[in-house]
T-cell receptor
Framework: AQTVTQSQPEMSVQEAETVTLSCTYDTSENNYYLFWYKQPPSRQMILVIRQEAYKQQNATENRFSVNFQKAAKSFSLKISDSQLGDTAMYFCAFGGATNKLIFGTGTLLAVQP | KAGVTQTPRYLIKTRGQQVTLSCSPISGHRSVSWYQQTPGQGLQFLFEYFSETQRNKGNFPGRFSGRQFSNSRSEMNVSTLELGDSALYLC?????????????FGSGTRLTVV
């Protein structure tokens, strides 16, 4: 069975600085996808970034980028130039052959002014 | 383009009652998945429907059921409510039923069982 682990329950960063959120996973599948979702106080989960396991190139979306280490089963999220609006719970998720995502327990990120 | 719409936003029910939650996916999305989110258990997969058929089911008791209509709208039903069913129920839609696309989530229904 797949598992997703986020070892940082809470993190804090100053506005305009860079922060990295950690995620590790375990799977025996070879083809899979990894995601980072953001859940602000409004409750709606928003897809931040997506990585296909067969792609060696790390995904980037504006200020958000990932460090995908397939052999180590690590998938960290880097947020550059942090903004107050980045304050949210961040979830790492694993998607395999089916449409059932396995989520980590989340990291609460607070961006301080 | 309208997002995923969940109704109602908030619900308070008494133990033993039943409840029905509704989800309208993004137009053109045929897959609808449901998740339960609690502080203790995190996000747990309930089930997925695709083209009116249940494709996947999580590890929840039979009190939790769902269905999908021909217009892709989905409902989730919980019978004989227990205090432990209090949670945020999230619906997510996707155009396909494979794991690679990712979801678009709704804002959830906050269910409180008293």
């Amino acid at each position: 069975a797949q598992t997703v682990t986020q070892s940082q329950p809470e993190m804090s960063v100053q506005e305009a600085e860079t922060v990295t959120l950690s995620c590790t996973y375990d799977t025996s599948e070879n083809n899979y996808y990894l995601f980072w979702y953001k859940q602000p106080p409004s409750r709606q989960m928003i897809l931040v970034i997506r990585q296909e396991a067969y792609k060696q190139q790390n995904a980037t979306e504006n200020r958000f980028s990932v460090n995908f280490q397939k052999a180590a089963k690590s998938f960290s999220l880097k947020i550059s130039d942090s903004q107050l609006g980045d304050t949210a719970m961040y979830f790492c998720a694993f998607g395999g052959a089916t449409n059932k995502l396995i989520f980590g327990t989340g990291t609460l990120l607070a961006v301080q002014p | 383009k309208a997002g995923v719409t969940q109704t109602p936003r908030y619900l308070i029910k008494t133990r033993g009652q039943q409840v029905t939650l509704s989800c309208s996916p993004i137009s053109g999305h045929r897959s609808v998945s449901w998740y339960q989110q609690t502080p203790g258990q995190g996000l747990q997969f309930l089930f997925e429907y695709f083209s009116e058929t249940q494709r996947n089911k999580g590890n929840f008791p039979g009190r939790f059921s769902g269905r999908q209509f021909s217009n892709s709208r989905s409902e989730m039903n919980v019978s004989t409510l227990e205090l432990g069913d209090s949670a945020l129920y999230l619906c997510a839609s996707s155009p396909v039923s494979t794991g690679g696309y990712g979801y678009t989530f709704g804002s959830g229904t906050r269910l409180t069982v008293v």
